[in-house]
Every structure is written in structure tokens, then in C-alpha cells.
């Protein structure tokens, strides 16, 4: 059987992590890395390049892994195996998926491109190169780097997992404006690595060379092991004068910055929506406390605000809003800390309640700004639930007179309907993801829009001048961001004259500046690393994600025409977007062809349990087979519960009474997952996007031995409840240090040579003895970290009877020695090319250790998760120990 060996690249803004398993380091060697990123005027153009030797006598399986962020678009990758070069072509999206279908039927992978995290996604190819072969790989992306807080940012995560003979970042910055500031940083320099990083700069341009020779990668002289693991961080902002920005042309194309600065900010009048629906209750209640306590620090004294928060119902703070007087503001972080979840989600009333309270406000600044901030976890469920009436609604009462910002906290939510609603009334979206820091990402946000400066901002240009003008109206300006405006100058023009219209908090501000057309081209000669149609790229850039966002909130023959657009220019400039795709072509003896494809936010969603805005017939006969209330009481009795335990009180009709009903199912359904949807184990196998779905009868043993890796020096054993078949104790003992670590339902127990301290599920703490970092979530969740080894993390499930989950992360660190009834996944579990059973779609055939095992595809609630409303999609498989 042919060895795999993992290789993967990550690169974010220059991203760049390269990794492989440790047992086969010394079989594939990368023995050259390169990043050179040519940021220019923003405009950053990334070119990965990566060369790898087979050094073993047999084939192996390399996979190349890019992370970039999500606003990029890729323009080329390819691959050159033994001089041969396959390259990627990009076609139409549909047409490219017709061609790959047949593909898809066999069980083979179409996705190369998937979202990886809140700024990242991953582009994945893997390919077989023969004993002594080379192979180089290389992709190349584009984006326009966005200015927020005073500041744009290149972030280059560093970790090679392995010593490479040619390692080199190269970052070069050209600003025509000038470098008003250029900073560096990292978490893992040293004295020897500060050696190879070189910065040079001037008034306008900057190089900043990491160059680390084998020697200054390593740990110490014995040893094979790289420094290299952490984050190098690019910051750097422009010079601006108090004009009317800054135009730049080349080759008959332009574009306009504009971003003033030290002028007054506009008095706000804010208004915080806060979902206090059942699925907010724990951490994501608690975070949100957290952040509304700071933000109310933040306003400032002429500022106005309230809050209104909502489940099933929607209360106000106050009936009007305050201004950030001292005492409204003691007063107001008093009632934060009131703040308690549960109930369901009733979005649109809230909302209709938001902008009534702003229609009825008095006494507020003349001159000001007013927005509402909503902040919600989930769908709705109570009164209006068609998310279309919803946006209508909400379009409809704001009438153009607020901005809506809409936040959406986890992956229960509806993001594409968030993000419709909030483009539509003068606002953005955005995800907060449900992680520890998720309370700073609120105050980020805020801070974002804390400081309003100018609003109805129009950049004017001569009209028979200019064609494929961006936008140029722009209803707000907040401190610290930056407004970009490009176009194709259509006649031979001497001087491109602008004029800019904006409001400030003082007066009303005409701005003019006259551009000199063969100046500012001449600008550009000569520069030897600036890649020379950089503004016309730009151009179809920031005109494709335009057209994009616009047909977000567009009617469906206008969207047709938009993406019609986006869709030509995307062809035209080789831009990977959502509406194209890039077929990979391989050797001829591997899989052929496979696609890459762009991601928006919205697919970055978990399966919903229910179709927001479905019917209530549709939804009840899909879900539970019921269409009537006979339906309803049979229900109930399978369930467990009375007949008519749930039946309407109200009797204006029977689709009424049925919403009702079903929307109560819905959220207990939510609330009470039953014991049996969850697998005793899950875990993802390594290199693969699969997740697996394990169960294990052992109630006859007095443990399970579910892992070992004498390598990492770790063991797990876990013990089966009596009464349920799921795990109610781990023990995980390390060997450096020497810690065993108890976990039941009951206690947590650390023990160290002697000692033994206790840590009770009924409150949040942390210990740490020598490294090993143990943190306790109350009554959620225990993790056990240790530098440079696989992370521990424990659940703890209550409903409806308590139990323990085991996951793993960082897994990468598992040697190919770990064994045990789950370790086995991490090193001897693979599904086989063409393993679908009978071209079934939900039936393969998964060896693991030698053995072949029929598994099937079924959902199961998943233990991992913040919100156990969201099944896992898993391969499920029965063994015994």
C-alpha cells in the first residue's frame, strides 16, 4: 500500500505553515520555501512557492495546503512534477461542476477550497510523487488590504514543523503616499533569528527580508526541532494630508483613497438589540456581559444609547434613550449584569421595536449619528419567522434613516440573512465566533464603528470621463477606515478632476483636487518589484465584490444581472470567486481533476434542524410527520408526553395553533437532545475532512484503553456508566510531567508525585504544574494543554442524563506510534479509493489497523459543540475492545 505523507502550507495575508508527520520527516523534504508578497498601494499580490524531494525508494502522498484569507481571490496555482507542469484552469463555476460530476458520483472530494476560521480558508491538494521525484508547488492570490483602526496588517504564522534548507519571506511595500509608520513582530523570535530578519525603507517603499538558515531554525544545535512556530506580524500605515486623498494611474486606470483624519466625531445614538433566547444562556450570555461592559466605557458623554433585549418577548431598558451621563451609565451596567437567557428568538419585533424607539426619540444632538447593533445567536422562532417578511419589514421601517449592523453569534444563525438585512439598511454583518475571546471580538467590532466622522459622502468624477466607476456614495465614515474609489479613464484627459461632498459634525465640507494624469503615471516607471497592471487588477477586484454584495440584497432579475457582471470580469481577470471554480488537473494515473471553489461566509453554516421560514405544514410533516393535531397528540405519546400538553390556547385558526406547537417542539427538540444521538467518541481523522462517529461496548471491563502515544508520553483510559452506554470517567496521565488526571461526572482530580488537588465542575479555574496547563469551564468543560503536544478536552454533558465527551486537538503532534480503540484513528485508519459500498453514498468500507470495517453516514448530536442543536455529519462504526 502506498505511504502518505502530509504536507500542508497555511498562508493568511502570507499565512504560511508547513507541517508533515513526524515519523516520515526525513522521507519528504521541503527543501524550499518561499513567500514574496508585493503589496502595492494596498493591492497585495502573494506568491507561494514550495519544492519538495520523495527521499524514501517508494511513492508518497503529499498534501499542499494554502490558508488565505477569505477576502482574497486565487488567480493560478500549479503543480511541476519532474519538469512536467499541471496547471489550474479557471471556468464558470456550473460548467466546471458538470464536468466534475461524474467525480463526485465515485465518492471522490469536488471541495480543494473550505472555510477555516473566522478570517481563513483553505486551499487543499494532494498528489503522489514517485522515489526521488520532485515536485513544486505554487499559487498565487490577490487582495486589497482593508485599513481598520489606523492601520493595515500582514500576519505570517510561522511553523514548519521541520527544519527547511531554503526558508525566505520576502515582504515588499511600495505607497506612493509615503510610509508614515512600518512595524514588525513575532512570538517566536530569538536572538539568533532576529540575525536573519533584515528591514529596509525609505520615504515610499519598505523590504523586509526573514531569511533563517538551517542552523538559527533549530532549538538547539542537537537536536532537528525548529524555533519556527508562531505569528510574524506586518503593520504599517500611509502619510495623508488634509486633501481630498490620494489618486494614483496607471495605464489609464485609477484609484482614489480617501481617508481624513483629526476631524470631529459625530454624536451617536445607539441602540444594543440583545438576543436573551434560550440558546444564549452560559458562556455566550456571560461574553456578552462582558463586552457590553466595556463598550459602555467606551461611549462617549454626548453620545446617547439603550438597550432592548428580546426572547419570545422584547423589553425595553428604557422607553427612550439616555445620554452617557455617569449615572446612566452606572445604571446601565447594573441592568447588564441582570441579563439571564431563555425563551425563543423574535427578530422582527424586536427589531420594529429598535427603530420605533429611534422614530419617537427626542431632545438628541441635531448633528449626530443613529444605529442599532443587533446581536443574536440564532433563527426565529417566535411571531414572524419568514425571514423574507422580516427584511421587508425591517427595509421598510428604517426607510434609509439608521444604519443596521447585524452580528450573528455562532453558527446557529442565518448569516445570509443577517448579512441581506443589514447590506440593505446601510450597515454589515458579522460573524462572532463562539470562542474564548469572543467578547473582545464584540469590543473590536464596536471600536470599528465607534467613531463616525463624516456621513452622505459623494465622490464625484467627470461623468463622460470615467467608465466602470466603483461605488462613490457612501452613507458613513468611521475614524481609522478607509474609502476606495477606482474606474477606467475613457479619454485622453490631462487632469482628472474630483470633488468630494460630504457632512462633518461642523459643517457641511466640499473638497477638490485636480490629478495630473502623466505625473501620477510616471509615478509607477521603473519600479522593478511592482507588478505593472496593479490598478486595473484593483479595479476588477473591488468591482466583482461590489456587484457581489449588491446582489445580495438585490430582487432576483436584478441579482441575475449582477452576478452576470461579476462573473464576466471574474473569467476575464482569472479570479477564483463564487461564482467560478478552478479545475486542478493531475498526473494521468491519479484522480484527474478536482475543484477549487471560493466560499462565502454563508456556507459557512452547520446544518439547521429547521427551514427558517418554511411553512409550519412543511416544517411539522418534515420533521415529526405531523400535518394535523390528531398528528400532534400521536407525537406526544411516542415522546413521552400527554396528549394536548402543548395544544394552543388561542383559537384563530389551526395553521396558528400548529406554529405554536411546532415552534415549542422545536425549542425543546433544542433543549433536550436525547442521550442516545450522541456517539460515546468523535474525532476527525488526520488529513481528512471526515469526521468519525465511534462506539465501543466496553461495559464488561472495568476501562477502556482508548489511547497511547508513547511519544507524546500520554494515556487515556475511560470507564462506561453503568446505567447509560456513555463515558462517565477519563483518566489521562502524562509522563513529563508526571500528572494523572481524573475526570468523572462527579470531580476532577489532579494528582502530581504526592499531591492531589481538587477542581469541582461547579466553577471556572485553572492549574498549572510545569506546563501543563489545566483549565476547568464551569460545568462545560476540562482541557489539558502542554506545549507541543496534543491538546485534551473533555465535555461534560448534562441532559438528560450526565456524561463525558473526549475529543482531541492539535493532532497533528501524534506520533505514528499511538494506539489504543480511538488512538488507532489517528494512525492506522484510511478509507480506501472507490471504498463506497454498492456506489452508495452513505455506506464505505474504513480500514483500520489492517482490519476493514462497513461504516455508515448518519447524523449525530455532537458534544464538541457550544450548542447541541447542531448534528454532526459522521462515518458511524461499532468496535469492540
Known amino acids: 500500500m502506498e505511504e502518505r505523507t502530509f504536507l500542508a502550507l497555511v498562508v493568511f495575508s502570507s499565512l504560511v505553515v508547513l507541517s508533515e508527520t513526524v515519523a516520515q520527516k526525513h522521507a519528504i523534504e521541503i527543501y524550499s520555501l518561499h513567500v514574496d508578497c508585493k503589496v502595492t498601494s494596498r493591492f497585495a499580490h502573494t506568491v507561494i512557492t514550495s519544492k519538495i524531494v520523495n527521499r524514501a525508494n517508494e511513492s508518497r502522498e503529499a498534501t499542499f495546503e494554502v490558508e488565505l484569507p477569505k477576502t482574497a481571490f486565487i488567480t493560478n496555482f500549479s503543480m511541476s512534477i519532474d519538469g512536467k507542469v499541471y496547471p489550474g484552469i479557471i471556468k464558470e ?139 510574524f506580524v506586518v503593520r504599517y500605515d500611509v502619510k495623508r494630508s488634509a486633501t481630498a486623498g490620494d489618486i494614483q494611474i496607471v495605464n489609464g486606470y485609477f484609484v482614489h483613497y480617501f481617508a481624513p483624519h483629526e476631524m470631529p466625531v459625530f454624536p451617536k445614538n445607539v441602540i444594543f438589540l440583545i438576543d436573551r433566547s434560550g440558546s444564549m444562556a452560559g458562556r455566550k450570555i456571560e461574553q456578552t456581559k462582558a463586552a457590553l461592559l466595556k463598550i459602555l466605557q467606551d461611549l462617549r458623554p454626548e453620545d446617547h444609547f439603550s438597550f432592548i433585549t428580546f426572547n419570545s418577548r422584547v423589553a425595553e431598558w428604557r422607553s427612550s434613550l439616555l445620554q452617557a451621563t455617569a449615572e446612566n451609565m452606572a445604571n446601565a451596567a447594573g441592568f447588564v449584569q441582570t441579563l439571564s437567557a431563555s425563551g425563543g428568538t423574535d427578530i422582527n419585533r424586536a427589531l420594529l421595536t429598535a427603530v420605533s424607539v429611534l422614530d419617537k426619540a427626542k431632545r438628541l444632538p441635531k448633528s449626530s449619528v443613529s444605529m442599532i447593533i443587533l446581536l443574536t445567536d440564532g433563527q426565529p422562532t417566535s411571531g414572524e419567522s419568514n ?133 501620477k503615471e510616471q509615478v509607477f516607471q521603473n519600479q522593478s518589484y511592482i507588478f505593472g497592471n496593479f490598478i486595473e487588477r484593483l479595479w476588477a477586484y473591488l468591482t466583482i465584490q461590489q456587484l457581489l454584495e449588491k446582489s445580495i440584497s438585490a430582487q432576483a432579475e436584478d441579482q441575475k444581472t449582477l452576478e452576470a457582471q461579476a462573473l464576466e470580469l471574474s473569467l476575464r481577470y482569472s479570479f477564483v470567486t463564487p461564482l467560478t471554480s478552478m479545475v486542478v488537473t493531475k498526473p494521468a494515473d491519479q484522480q484527474q481533476t478536482e475543484l477549487a471553489n471560493k466560499p462565502t461566509e454563508a456556507d459557512n453554516e452547520k446544518p439547521s434542524s429547521f427551514p427558517v421560514g418554511a411553512s409550519v405544514k412543511k416544517i411539522s410533516s418534515r420533521y415529526f410527520g405531523i400535518t394535523s393535531e390528531d398528528d400532534l397528540d400521536a407525537y406526544r405519546l411516542r415522546s413521552g408526553s400527554p396528549p394536548g400538553r402543548w395544544r394552543s390556547e388561542t383559537q384563530s385558526g389551526s395553521n396558528k395553533k400548529l406554529s405554536s406547537v411546532v415552534d415549542r417542539l422545536r425549542d425543546k427538540t433544542r433543549a433536550q437532545p436525547l442521550a442516545n444521538e450522541y456517539p460515546q467518541l468523535l474525532l476527525q481523522l488526520p488529513k481528512q475532512n471526515e469526521i468519525i462517529c465511534l462506539n465501543t461496548d466496553g461495559k464488561a471491563q472495568p476501562s477502556v484503553h482508548l ?175
Not at 511553523?159 to 511595500?173: A, E, N
Not at 520615504?203 to 533563517?212: G, Y
Not at 476606495?484 to 487632469?495: C, P, T, W
Request: charged content about 25%; glycine content about 6%.
Open 93 to 231: 463555476k456550473a460548467s466546471a461542476q458538470k464536468e466534475y460530476d461524474t467525480a463526485v458520483l465515485r465518492g471522490q472530494s469536488a471541495g480543494l477550497v473550505k472555510i477555516t476560521g473566522r478570517k481563513l480558508e483553505q486551499f487543499h491538494v494532494s498528489v503522489s510523487i514517485a522515489a526521488a521525484s520532485k515536485v513544486t508547488f505554487e499559487l498565487t492570490y490577490e487582495e486589497l488590504l482593508k485599513r481598520q483602526l489606523g492601520k493595515f496588517e500582514l500576519l505570517i504564522k510561522v511553523r514548519p514543523r521541520q527544519l527547511v534548507k531554503h526558508f525566505q519571506i520576502d515582504v515588499h511595500i511600495f505607497e506612493p503616499q509615503g510610509i508614515r509608520f512600518l512595524e514588525t513582530d513575532s512570538t517566536f523570535m530569538t536572538n539568533e533569528l532576529t540575525e536573519a530578519l533584515t528591514k529596509v525603507q525609505n520615504e515610499t517603499k519598505a523590504h523586509i527580508l526573514f531569511k533563517p538558515t538551517v542552523d538559527q531554525q533549530k532549538i538547539n544545535p542537537e537536536l532537528d526541532e525548529t524555533l519556527l512556530n508562531g505569528d
Open 387 to 519: 425571514v423574507e417578511v422580516i427584511q421587508e419589514n425591517i427595509q421598510k421601517a428604517v426607510n434609509g434613516k439608521y444604519a443596521l449592523f447585524c452580528l450573528g453569534f455562532g453558527f446557529d444563525v442565518s448569516y445570509k440573512f443577517l448579512e441581506k438585512m443589514a447590506l440593505s439598511n446601510g450597515g454589515i454583518a458579522r460573524r462572532i465566533y463562539e470562542n474564548a475571546d469572543a467578547a473582545l471580538q464584540l469590543q473590536g467590532f464596536y471600536q470599528e464603528v465607534a467613531t463616525p466622522i463624516l456621513r452622505k459622502i459623494e465622490m464625484q468624477y467627470p461623468e463622460n470621463a470615467i467608465e466602470g466607476l466603483t461605488k462613490n456614495n457612501f452613507k458613513l465614515f468611521f475614524e481609522g477606515s478607509e474609502i476606495i474609489v477606482s474606474g477606467k479613464i475613457s479619454n485622453e484627459l490631462d487632469l482628472l478632476p474630483v470633488e468630494i461632498k460630504a457632512q462633518s459634525h461642523a459643517s457641511d465640507l466640499t473638497l477638490k483636487e485636480e490629478a495630473n494624469v502623466k505625473e
Open 707 to 881: 489511547l497511547s502515544d508513547p511519544e507524546q508520553g500520554l494515556t487515556v483510559t475511560g470507564k462506561l456508566g453503568d446505567r447509560i452506554n456513555h463515558f462517565v470517567q477519563f483518566e489521562v496521565i502524562y509522563v513529563n510531567p508526571p500528572v494523572r488526571i481524573h475526570v468523572s461526572t462527579d470531580e476532577i482530580v489532579l494528582s502530581h508525585d504526592t499531591e492531589s488537588t481538587q477542581l469541582p465542575w461547579t466553577e471556572s479555574a485553572t492549574s498549572t504544574v510545569q506546563g501543563l496547563r489545566v483549565s476547568v469551564e464551569k460545568e462545560r468543560s476540562i482541557t489539558a494543554s502542554l506545549s507541543d503536544t496534543v491538546t485534551v478536552k473533555i465535555s461534560f454533558v448534562k441532559f438528560p442524563d450526565n456524561f463525558l465527551g473526549l475529543y482531541f486537538l492539535n493532532t497533528d503532534y501524534f506520533s505514528d506510534k499511538v494506539n489504543g480503540v480511538l488512538g488507532q484513528f489517528y494512525s492506522k485508519a484510511h478509507f480506501e479509493n472507490n471504498s463506497y459500498i454498492n456506489q452508495r453514498a452513505d455506506e464505505r468500507l474504513l480500514s483500520v489497523s489492517g482490519s476493514e470495517h462497513k461504516v455508515t453516514r448518519q447524523f449525530k448530536k455532537d458534544y464538541r459543540l457550544e450548542s447541541t442543536s447542531d448534528p454532526v455529519s459522521c462515518w458511524s462504526i461499532d468496535l469492540t475492545p
